[in-house]
Nanobody, 128 residues
Framework: QVQLVESGGGLVQAGGSLRLSCAAS????????MGWFRQAPGKEREFVAA????????DYARSVKGRFTISRDNANNTVYLQMNSLKAEDTAVYYC?????????????????????WGQGTQVTVSS
């Protein structure tokens, strides 16, 4: 069974940077599309970023485009979320997710229902 473990969350001041990591178990990691979602207190979970299994395509929520970068290292079964120019509204629990059955090597899933595995989340708090 696939297991996802997030790390790298913490407290950072507005304008600062943070890099989240998601380590995945499973021999087929390289064929998984991967994504990041977040959930702030009192709000629903929302899409943040995703990357196709080939790594050739990415997609971002408008609220983070230009500030966040998703990447993957298949050799280490890890996906990253580099977060720059952080804002107070970025404060949330960030979840890593894996889509085991992407439609193609370039497909980037954006919907929660498309993902099969989820991590437990890591807290990101941005002070202002």
């Amino acid at each position: 069974q696939v297991q996802l473990v997030e790390s790298g969350g913490g407290l950072v001041q507005a304008g600062g940077s943070l890099r989240l990591s998601c380590a995945a178990s499973g021999r087929t990691f390289s064929s998984y599309a991967m994504g990041w979602f977040r959930q702030a207190p009192g709000k629903e979970r929302e899409f943040v970023a995703a990357i196709s299994w080939s790594g050739g395509r990415t997609d971002y929520a408008r609220s983070v485009k230009g500030r966040f970068t998703i990447s993957r290292d298949n050799a280490n079964n890890t996906v990253y979320l580099q977060m720059n120019s952080l804002k107070a509204e970025d404060t949330a629990v960030y979840y890593c997710a894996a889509d085991q059955r992407p439609r193609s090597s370039w497909y980037v899933p954006r919907m929660e229902g498309e993902y099969d595995y989820w991590g437990q989340g890591t807290q990101v708090t941005v002070s202002s």
